[in-house]
């Protein structure tokens, strides 16, 4: 690169960070370093002091390092540069994509400036469904529907999670997503994550159905490591990977990629960072480390956490099941959160045992199938040591406990517990209403049953 190419990079790293472009002494300081001058001399040249300049390039060395995943300093500025855009842009990419053309921009709201050669068209989407489950009835989510689809046609956002409790319809929302929204995109690519591939044998899969589409076939495909980025550049794309918990350490905090799923982690990371003209959506009980649970306006990243269902529609289900006097006060709607499959196990319970509801549910009885237990226990599972601690205190405890209450019960260290409820926070295993932790009653019940 050049000595504008590679100023022209730097700034759209820093405000793809930062949200402001370079100012006047922070180009003054990059061209300075590119040009071998000492901080002094480029105080002098601009008529700053030296420690404003210090501070400035202090600053700069900071913001490149932590977006460039590596220690970036005055004397290592322009190699540091050379490495990050030699790997993001290989040879196939550099075919398509000039360095004076790339967009690392965080503006969420527009479309990136990236050459797209096939504007979407409805005649010419080429869409991978197989593995898109049909799931039957879908219960409203007349808002998360609304969300969902502002975020990826309006904000143009890159990268969504999608996560909650196993059963409280990720999977049922987004394939109802992909059907209202798949005309949109020239290409459309579900993937279940059940059993994983590793990430080159995904990729594999992924070109190999990017091949038979008549609109990919002049794009030049190959086997290249993190290649998919090139592909999401150069068309307009919505990707879906479904149980994304998969690809993360058990017995760990939320999150945490298995060693061997280390591709998936960074081609996340550039579907994250990288500008492009498509959308990724990832399902899962969990989200990964990396994607915070809320994001600033305007971030091209975003996380759903899916909560349950109101009680109109929890009533709705329980009817459908044949259960038509249940109220708005029964226990069938209180202790199960709203969450479709709970509330349909109990419900196929019920009908199975004659459907008598007042004899079933007398002395405050809260139902577990078998079917629900066995999901909790696997969610079970994958809690770490530290967790599951935290869960047996508050299954304890009979009304919700504060912060400060739980630090002073767990004998664990402060930093330990206080991970531990924020990985619990992310896996939904926990409620925090008015600053107060409690444990869903459902799970709640199962801890004291199984564990206690």
């Given at each position: 690169?050049?000595?504008?190419?590679?100023?022209?990079?730097?700034?759209?790293?820093?405000?793809?960070?930062?949200?402001?472009?370079?100012?006047?002494?922070?180009?003054?300081?990059?061209?300075?370093?590119?040009?071998?001058?000492?901080?002094?001399?480029?105080?002098?040249?601009?008529?700053?002091?030296?420690?404003?300049?210090?501070?400035?390039?202090?600053?700069?060395?900071?913001?490149?390092?932590?977006?460039?995943?590596?220690?970036?300093?005055?004397?290592?500025?322009?190699?540091?540069?050379?490495?990050?855009?030699?790997?993001?842009?290989?040879?196939?990419?550099?075919?398509?994509?000039?360095?004076?053309?790339?967009?690392?921009?965080?503006?969420?709201?527009?479309?990136?400036?990236?050459?797209?050669?096939?504007?979407?068209?409805?005649?010419?989407?080429?869409?991978?469904?197989?593995?898109?489950p049909?799931?039957?009835?879908?219960?409203?989510?007349?808002?998360?529907?609304?969300?969902?689809?502002?975020?990826?046609?309006?904000?143009?956002?890159?990268?969504?999670?999608?996560?909650?409790?196993?059963?409280?319809?990720?999977t049922a929302?987004?394939?109802?997503?992909?059907?209202?929204?798949?005309d949109?995109?020239?290409?459309?690519?579900?993937?279940?994550?059940?059993?994983?591939?590793?990430?080159?044998?995904?990729?594999?899969?992924?070109?190999?159905?990017?091949?038979?589409?008549?609109i990919?076939?002049?794009?030049?495909?190959?086997?290249?490591?993190?290649?998919?980025?090139?592909?999401?550049?150069?068309?307009?794309?919505?990707?879906?990977?479904?149980?994304?918990?998969?690809?993360?350490?058990?017995?760990?905090?939320?999150?945490?990629?298995?060693?061997?799923?280390?591709?998936?982690?960074?081609?996340?990371?550039?579907?994250?960072?990288?500008?492009?003209?498509?959308?990724?959506?990832?399902?899962?009980?969990?989200?990964?480390?990396?994607?915070?649970?809320?994001?600033?306006?305007?971030?091209?990243?975003?996380?759903?956490?899916?909560?349950?269902?109101?009680?109109?529609?929890?009533?709705?289900?329980?009817?459908?099941?044949?259960?038509?006097?249940?109220?708005?006060?029964?226990?069938?709607?209180?202790?199960?959160?709203?969450?479709?499959?709970?509330?349909?196990?109990v419900?196929?319970?019920?009908?199975?045992?004659?459907?008598?509801?007042?004899?079933?549910l007398?002395?405050?009885?809260?139902?577990?199938?078998?079917?629900?237990k066995?999901?909790?226990?696997?969610?079970?599972?994958?809690?770490?040591?530290?967790?599951?601690?935290?869960?047996?205190?508050?299954?304890?405890?009979?009304?919700?406990?504060?912060?400060?209450?739980?630090?002073?019960?767990a004998?664990?260290?402060?930093?330990?517990?206080?991970?531990?409820?924020?990985?619990?926070?992310?896996?939904?295993?926990?409620?925090?209403?008015d600053?107060l932790?409690?444990?869903?009653?459902?799970?709640?019940?199962?801890?004291?049953?199984?564990?206690i």
């Open positions: 690169m050049n000595l504008k190419e590679m100023l022209n990079l730097a700034d759209r790293i820093v405000f793809a960070k930062t949200g402001h472009h370079l100012d006047d002494l922070q180009e003054a300081v990059l061209r300075g370093t590119l040009e071998r001058e000492t901080y002094q001399r480029i105080a002098k040249d601009c008529d700053y002091s030296e420690s404003s300049v210090r501070n400035a390039g202090s600053q700069l060395w900071q913001i490149l390092s932590e977006e460039l995943g590596e220690e970036v300093n005055k004397s290592n500025f322009r190699s540091a540069m050379d490495r990050f855009q030699f790997s993001l842009f290989s040879n196939v990419v550099q075919d398509y994509v000039g360095v004076g053309n790339l967009n690392v921009c965080g503006e969420g709201k527009h479309p990136p400036d990236i050459p797209n050669r096939h504007p979407p068209n409805r005649e010419v989407c080429s869409q991978e469904l197989s593995e898109m049909d799931l039957g009835v879908f219960y409203d989510r007349t808002l998360e529907l609304e969300t969902l689809s502002d975020w990826i046609l309006n904000e143009r956002c890159r990268l969504i999670a999608i996560t909650g409790m196993s059963g409280i319809g990720k929302l987004v394939s109802q997503l992909v059907q209202q929204i798949k949109e995109f020239q290409s459309v690519f579900w993937c279940s994550l059940a059993s994983p591939p590793t990430f080159s044998d995904w990729q594999n899969r992924l070109l190999q159905f990017c091949s038979k589409s008549e990919n076939r002049s794009f030049h495909l190959t086997s290249e490591p993190l290649f998919v980025i090139h592909y999401l550049q150069q068309y307009r794309c919505l990707l879906v990977l479904d149980d994304l918990h998969n690809l993360f350490v058990s017995g760990e905090l939320a999150g945490k990629y298995q060693a061997e799923c280390q591709d998936y982690k960074s081609f996340f990371k550039q579907v994250k960072n990288l500008s492009h003209q498509s959308c990724v959506l990832l399902i899962g009980w969990e989200p990964s480390i990396e994607l915070p649970p809320s994001a600033k306006q305007n971030s091209p990243l975003r996380t759903l956490q899916l909560t349950g269902l109101d009680i109109a529609t929890t009533r709705k289900i329980l009817q459908d099941y044949g259960l038509t006097e249940i109220d708005e006060n029964s226990p069938l709607i209180d202790c199960y959160d709203g969450n479709p499959f709970w509330v349909k196990s419900a196929s319970q019920i009908q199975e045992l004659g459907g008598f509801v007042p004899d079933i007398k002395n405050d009885t809260l139902l577990l199938p078998e079917d629900l066995c999901i909790l226990r696997q969610q079970y599972d994958r809690l770490s040591e530290t967790e599951k601690q935290v869960i047996s205190l508050l299954a304890r405890e009979r009304e919700p406990i504060s912060l400060g209450g739980l630090l002073e019960m004998a664990m260290p402060p930093a330990d517990c206080l991970n531990s409820i924020q990985s619990l926070l992310r896996r939904c295993w926990l409620e925090n209403p600053n932790y409690r444990l869903p009653k459902a799970i709640k019940q199962y801890i004291i049953h199984h564990f």
